[in-house]
């Protein structure tokens, strides 16, 4: 205990996860790390959890409002959200039964691109935070916090908050000291100097989080791993969509318009995203950076490999396996990964500088290149935005990946409009599924549905949408981006009454 709590009067307050728990109230705005699956507090939203149903039970109403970095897991989001104690959660989540109440219409859900998650409390757009509850892996003497396996907005957390729950978790490595970069130098507008970054790796901060004292209210202990999901092993159409995008990076090379090593890489979350990253470890680049939010397995394997010499980011989110091997090797990592605020690993400025390739998964996309990441037939939310607008509108090149059907053959993931837009078409680059690769550069909205249907759809979907685009060009208003505006989401709608997208 004593070499993790350092802070004498912060060790005077630890308590049980029941009586930290306590301090929270209904209506409060409580403000949780953690960042997908990584750093979340794992007792006292539990703990929350369990006032709340007993609350109810009696007949009261307990619910909170509910901030974090990105997607937590079952002890967070899923805990509070099974005793239906969430009234608004941000900015991104993927807990199947807080997505179920949702989508019944029980949660106010605002999502939000992450970058902008920080700032916005800063500037007062969201009220107060009444408590915040921080994981952390140890304080130190003068109460200064090592952080965890993801930093998020811990920073503005601890910073606006009135009242502070530390939890120190003691299954996390205390070697992870020194990996972390705490940036202090941002103010709000007017007066808003440059960031100091030129480099994926550079320090720019410091490597723990500050914390006053005197708001800390409780201090809890906790022994519990992240838990993360395994990712699915890559599959024959993701190591397509990998060879597809690696193919195109050499070609951009060889024209120049590439450096050998490439630019910093950022790659999204999910299946598709990770088997990408491997598919990278084979291609036979080296030397490459990494500046994104989340590392993954793939992207592990690659600063292992010695593929990636440096990784920014602001959270770890690995499989139990990868976990092992990470703690394994944790001296190696700890000089080539640097873990940031969302706020920073996520920010346009930087992401504008070092050129980010921009690699995320998708839902669907239109033949015009419009981009859903979101929202299941226009209406069902999947997860968020997370940071991948981020990424899309400030990077060198933006991919977006998806296989090009989805419920085995039922959906096409190229549609003649999408039923809900993330990245509008001018964020929108390079698309690749396993079918081929659409280079939309410089194309007209016309050229750019031809390279689409041609290169992405699926063989099972594209006469038809090359009868739509026909049809379209012949009977639109309007010839620039031709539509034809009753049938434009028929095909969702098709999928909605029957269960599949094909007609007939
Ligand atoms: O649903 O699990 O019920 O079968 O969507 O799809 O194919 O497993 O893909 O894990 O790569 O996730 C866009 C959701 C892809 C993710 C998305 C259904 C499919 C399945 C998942 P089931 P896969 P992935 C920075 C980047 C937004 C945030 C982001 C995501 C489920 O990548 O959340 O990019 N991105 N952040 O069946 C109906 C379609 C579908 C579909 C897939 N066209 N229609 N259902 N699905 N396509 C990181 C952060 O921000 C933290």
């Given at each position: 205990?004593?070499?993790?709590?350092?802070?004498?009067?912060?060790?005077?307050?630890?308590?049980?996860?029941?009586?930290?728990?306590?301090?929270?109230?209904?209506?409060?705005?409580?403000?949780?790390?953690?960042?997908t699956?990584?750093?979340?507090?794992?007792?006292?939203?539990?703990?929350?959890?369990?006032?709340?149903?007993?609350?109810?039970?009696?007949?009261?109403?307990?619910?909170?409002?509910?901030?974090?970095?990105a997607s937590?897991?079952?002890?967070?989001?899923?805990?509070?959200?099974?005793?239906?104690?969430?009234?608004?959660?941000?900015?991104y989540?993927s807990?199947?039964?807080?997505?179920?109440?949702?989508?019944?219409?029980?949660?106010?859900?605002?999502?939000?691109?992450l970058?902008?998650?920080?700032?916005?409390?800063?500037?007062?757009?969201?009220?107060?935070?009444?408590?915040?509850?921080?994981?952390?892996?140890?304080?130190?003497?003068?109460?200064?916090?090592?952080?965890?396996?993801?930093?998020?907005?811990?920073?503005?957390?601890?910073?606006?908050?009135?009242?502070?729950?530390?939890?120190?978790?003691?299954?996390?490595?205390?070697?992870?000291?020194?990996?972390?970069?705490?940036?202090?130098?941002?103010?709000?507008?007017?007066?808003?100097?440059?960031?100091?970054?030129?480099?994926?790796?550079?320090?720019?901060?410091?490597?723990?989080?500050?914390?006053?004292?005197?708001?800390?209210?409780?201090?809890?202990?906790?022994?519990?791993?992240?838990?993360?999901?395994?990712f699915?092993?890559?599959?024959?159409?993701s190591?397509?969509i990998?060879?597809?995008l690696?193919?195109?990076?050499?070609?951009?090379?060889?024209?120049?318009?590439?450096?050998?090593?490439?630019?910093?890489l950022q790659s999204g979350v999910g299946n598709t995203a990770n088997a990408v990253m491997?598919?990278?470890?084979?291609?036979?680049?080296?030397?490459?950076?990494a500046f994104t939010e989340v590392l993954q397995?793939g992207m592990?394997?690659?600063?292992?490999?010695?593929?990636?010499?440096?990784?920014?980011a602001?959270a770890?989110s690995?499989?139990?396996?990868?976990?092992?091997?990470?703690?394994?090797?944790?001296?190696?990592?700890?000089?080539?990964?640097?873990?940031?605020?969302?706020?920073?690993s996520n920010?346009?400025?930087?992401i504008?500088?070092?050129?980010c390739l921009a690699m995320n998964a998708m839902i669907?996309?239109?033949?015009?290149?419009?981009v859903?990441s979101t929202?299941?037939?226009?209406?069902?939310?999947q997860n968020g935005i997370g940071g991948s607008g981020d990424f899309a509108?400030?990077g060198?090149?933006s991919f977006f990946l998806s296989?090009?059907?989805?419920?085995?053959?039922?959906?096409?993931?190229?549609?003649?409009?999408?039923?809900?837009?993330d990245h509008?078409?001018?964020?929108?680059?390079?698309?690749v599924?396993?079918?081929?690769?659409?280079?939309?550069?410089?194309?007209?909205?016309?050229?750019?549905?031809?390279?689409?249907?041609?290169?992405?759809?699926?063989?099972?979907?594209?006469?038809?949408?090359?009868?739509?685009?026909?049809?379209?060009?012949?009977?639109?208003?309007?010839?620039?981006?031709?539509?034809?505006?009753?049938?434009?989401?028929?095909?969702?709608?098709?999928?909605?009454?029957?269960?599949?997208?094909?007609?007939?």
């Amino acid at each position: 205990l004593e070499e993790r709590i350092r802070n004498p009067d912060l060790a005077a307050r630890v308590m049980g996860a029941d009586e930290a728990a306590a301090r929270i109230g209904p209506g409060m705005g409580v403000a949780m790390s953690g960042f997908t699956g990584a750093g979340y507090p794992k007792a006292v939203p539990q703990a929350l959890a369990r006032r709340m149903a007993a609350v109810q039970a009696e007949g009261g109403t307990f619910q909170v409002r509910v901030m974090t970095g990105a997607s937590t897991a079952p002890e967070l989001d899923g805990a509070l959200a099974q005793v239906k104690g969430v009234q608004l959660r941000l900015p991104y989540q993927s807990d199947p039964i807080l997505r179920e109440r949702i989508n019944a219409g029980e949660v106010d859900y605002v999502d939000m691109h992450l970058s902008h998650v920080a700032q916005s409390f800063t500037y007062g757009f969201y009220g107060d935070i009444d408590v915040a509850v921080v994981e952390v892996a140890g304080i130190l003497p003068d109460g200064r916090l090592i952080p965890s396996t993801s930093i998020g907005n811990n920073k503005t957390w601890l910073d606006r908050a009135d009242r502070v729950i530390l939890e120190v978790n003691r299954a996390l490595p205390l070697e992870l000291d020194g990996m972390h970069d705490v940036y202090y130098g941002t103010q709000p507008p007017p007066g808003r100097t440059p960031l100091p970054l030129v480099e994926a790796g550079d320090r720019i901060g410091e490597p723990w989080l500050r914390c006053d004292p005197a708001k800390v209210v409780a201090v809890v202990e906790t022994d519990a791993p992240d838990r993360n999901s395994p990712f699915a092993p890559p599959d024959a159409t993701s190591q397509a969509i990998a060879g597809h995008l690696v193919e195109f990076l050499r070609h951009e090379v060889a024209k120049g318009r590439l450096p050998k090593t490439l630019l910093p890489l950022q790659s999204g979350v999910g299946n598709t995203a990770n088997a990408v990253m491997y598919g990278l470890a084979d291609a036979g680049f080296s030397g490459l950076s990494a500046f994104t939010e989340v590392l993954q397995d793939g992207m592990l394997d690659l600063v292992q490999g010695g593929v990636i010499d440096v990784a920014s980011a602001t959270a770890l989110s690995f499989s139990p396996d990868a976990l092992a091997r990470f703690r394994d090797n944790i001296d190696f990592f700890r000089s080539r990964i640097v873990l940031r605020s969302q706020g920073i690993s996520n920010h346009p400025e930087l992401i504008r500088r070092l050129g980010c390739l921009a690699m995320n998964a998708m839902i669907e996309a239109d033949i015009y290149g419009n981009v859903n990441s979101t929202h299941i037939m226009g209406s069902k939310m999947q997860n968020g935005i997370g940071g991948s607008g981020d990424f899309a509108r400030n990077g060198y090149l933006s991919f977006f990946l998806s296989p090009s059907t989805a419920k085995r053959g039922a959906i096409s993931a190229i549609v003649p409009m999408v039923s809900h837009v993330d990245h509008t078409e001018h964020d929108v680059a390079v698309i690749v599924t396993e079918q081929g690769l659409a280079d939309l550069r410089g194309l007209a909205p016309r050229q750019r549905a031809k390279a689409i249907i041609a290169n992405c759809a699926h063989p099972d979907f594209r006469d038809a949408l090359t009868d739509y685009t026909e049809r379209a060009w012949r009977a639109s208003f309007g010839r620039h981006t031709p539509h034809l505006l009753d049938e434009a989401l028929s095909w969702h709608q098709r999928f909605v009454e029957t269960g599949n997208m094909r007609p007939g």
